[in-house]
Structure formats: structure tokens, C-alpha cells
């Protein structure tokens, strides 16, 4: 997916298109009230690239809470909260990040914190 030139709007309609209308943490409704974001799986400070492929749905609530926590421990304290997080858009979307890794090259310090996370989420 090319996005160097999509703006922030874009980026979330985007998003929004390929994983739906609800927060991968939560589950929340995004439509409504709930403030929509996109989340980096793979955050910024551990090499995560600014890339489609690296972002998913997320609520406004989620994402600042989420932090620096891995997506699989933030799966894990999601589901000890009560909520039904979407395991199989993450799993999903990191496949598609090392596809993308793989295809585009680079993003050596994503690389090993990336397999690590498809490790432990089984992919």
C-alpha cells in the first residue's frame, strides 16, 4: 500500500475501510461517539514504520492507554478488562507488515520485535 502522500483523514478512512467500523481493543463502535485513531502495532520507538501495514482501527481510550505495551501483552490486558479484542485483525495485520518488510526492505529494528509478536500471537 503506497500512503506517503495520505494525510491524516485519509490514513483513517483507510483503515477503516480494510478492518471495519469497530476498535480492535475494545470493540467499540467507532461510528459514534467513540474517537477513532489508527494505532501502530509496532510502536515508533521500537523501529515501527509509519505504514498502513503497521496501523489498525483503534479508539481514542485504547490507543493512549495501550502505550508502549507489545500487542500481544495489550491483547492479553484487554481481555482481563472484559473486552473482546479483535486477536485475528492483529494477527492479520502484522502478517501484512512482514510481507510489506519483506517486500520494501529495511526496518531492521522492527524486524525481531515484529517476529516476536507473531510468535507469541502464533502466526
Known sequence: M???NLG????MTVVLERDGTHCTWCGQDLTGLAVPTT???IPKVKGGPAWLENEVAACRRCNGQRGHLSPAEWLTECRGRGWHPDAERVRRVLASLREA???RGGQRRARQYLASQLRRLNC
Open 8 to 11: 491524516r483523514a485519509d490514513r
Open 39 to 41: 494505532d501502530h502495532l
Open 2 to 4: 503506497n500512503n506517503r
Open 101 to 103: 518488510i519483506e517486500e
